[in-house]
């Protein structure tokens, strides 16, 4: 079965950085796209970032464009999130996330499988 574990997760401070890491395993990891979203206490989930099969692609919300990277290693199935210029508005559950076939990246009902999240508190 489609199984997302996401790592990487923590406490940093404004204007910190963290990298999160999702190993995937159950199904053909090069044959879609996949994505990070997240969930704040309180607020509907919300995709970040997406990231073609190949990793030729990639897409980001407008809250993380320019602070947030995306990338996949499709030789160790896992793929990865690296956010810089954190704020305390990044705060929220992050999940790991594979995309529905011929769909947008942009919708969070896109995702039918997804892991059991890191959390990400942003504070000082």
């Known amino acids: 079965q489609v199984q997302l574990v996401e790592s990487g997760g923590g406490l940093v401070q404004p204007g910190g950085s963290l990298r999160l890491s999702c190993a995937a395993s159950?199904?053909?990891?090069?044959?879609?796209?996949m994505g990070w979203l997240r969930q704040a206490p309180g607020k509907e989930r919300e995709v970040v970032a997406g990231?073609?099969?190949?990793?030729?692609?990639?897409a980001y919300a407008d809250s993380v464009k320019g602070r947030f990277t995306i990338s996949r290693d499709n030789t160790k199935n896992a793929v990865y999130l690296q956010m810089n210029n954190l704020t305390p508005e990044d705060t929220a559950g992050y999940y790991c996330?594979?995309?529905?076939?011929?769909?947008?990246?942009?919708?969070?009902?896109?995702?039918?499988?997804w892991g059991q999240g890191t959390q990400v508190t942003v504070s000082s």
């Open positions: 996330a594979r995309k529905m076939r011929i769909s947008t990246w942009d919708r969070a009902t896109h995702y039918p499988y």
């Open positions: 159950g199904f053909t990891f090069s044959s879609y796209a």
């Open positions: 990231v073609t099969w190949n990793g030729g692609s990639t």
